[in-house]
C-alpha cells in the first residue's frame, strides 16, 4: 500500500473505490445518536434519502482586517475547494439523529452544535418543516484542520434536506442560509475558487485556468478558530492593521492556472497566530519545503498546513517526505479546484 492516501477527482471518484491511508489504520468509526427533534413529522418519503459529497477548502490568501466592534474581523478570503470531501446522506428519521463515521469521527460533535444538524434546523423553520431526519456524516476532511470541514457538513446538509423535501430552493436562497450558519459555508456550497469579503460569506467567483496539486499535511489534535482570531488580536494590539484586499498576482495566477506564481503569492495572516499556537507546525513547513514544495501556508486557522506541488508526481513525493520527516499524523494529496456541494445519489433508508 501506497504510504500516502491518493484523492482522485470529484468525477472519477466513486465512494466504494479503495483508498490506501497515509499513516496506519484509520480512525474507528462511529455512529451514536444525537439531536432530538419534536413536533410534526418532517417532509419526505420513509425509506428514502439523499447523499451529498461536499470538498474541502484551502485559503490561497487570508488577509485578515482588525477587530470589528462586533468581535467579526473583515476578511479578503480567498478559497480553493481541493479534492477531499466529506458525504452527507440525509434519511427520514423518527427525530432528528447525527451520526459520523471515518478518521477522528470521535471529534465530531452530535449535538444542535454540530452545523449539519443547524442546517436542518434552520431550513425546517424556514419552510415549517420539522427537521425529523437521520443525518449521516462519513467524514474524509481533517476535523478541526483549517479545511472547513464542519462548513462542508453544514452546506452538504442543507442541500441535502432541500432535495429529500423537494423544496427546490434557489442557490441564492441557500447560500443566504449558509451565511447564517458561518462565514465559510456558503463557499462550501459553491466550491471552485471565490474571494470572499465581510466575514468571508460575501462570494465572488474566480476564474482557475489549469489545476492545481496539493498535499496537506495533517497535526496532532486541532486548533479553535476562535482561539488563533485571539491570538492575532493579542499579536497585533496596537499596530496599524491594513484593510484586507485580494492581491492581484494571486488572482491572476489563479486565472491563468500559474502554479509558479500562486506559489510566490500564497499568504495567511493567521499563520502568525496559529504558529504562536502551535510552534511545531514551523518543523512541518519547512519539512515540505525543503521536499520541494512550491510554497507552503498553514491551511486558514490550522493547524493542516497546505503545500503547492508542481504537479501531481511532485504533490506525492512531498507527502511522502512529510509522513518520513514526523512532523505530522498523516498525509494527503488532492487536486484542485473542486466542484460545491453535489447531490451524488439516492440512498435507502
Known sequence: MSAVERTETQAARARGASSTQAAGKQGARRQAPGVQGAGAQGAGARGAGVRVRVPAKVNVQLAVGAARPDGFHDLANVFLAVGLYDEITVTPADELRITCSG?????VPLDESNL????AIALGA????????HIHIDKDIPVAGGMAGGSADGAGALLACDALWSLGSSREELLALCADLGSDVPFSLLGGAALGTGRGERLTPLDVGGA???AFAVADGGLSTPAVYGEFDRLTEGTD?????????LVEALRTGDAVALAATLANDLQPAALSLRPS??????????AGALGALVSGSGPTTAFLAKDEDAATRVAEALLASGTCRTARVAPAPAPGATVVGAEDG
Not at 424556514?126 to 431526519?133: M, Q
Not at 492593521?241 to 498576482?249: C, F, G, I, L, Q
Open 103 to 107: 478518521p477522528d469521527a470521535h471529534q
Open 116 to 119: 449539519a444538524a443547524r442546517a
Open 126 to 133: 424556514r419552510h415549517g418543516i420539522e427537521p425529523r431526519v
Open 212 to 214: 492545481f496539486h496539493w
Open 241 to 249: 492593521v491594513p484593510a484586507p484586499a485580494a492581491d492581484p498576482a
Open 281 to 290: 507546525l514551523a518543523a512541518t513547513l519547512s519539512a515540505g519545503t525543503a
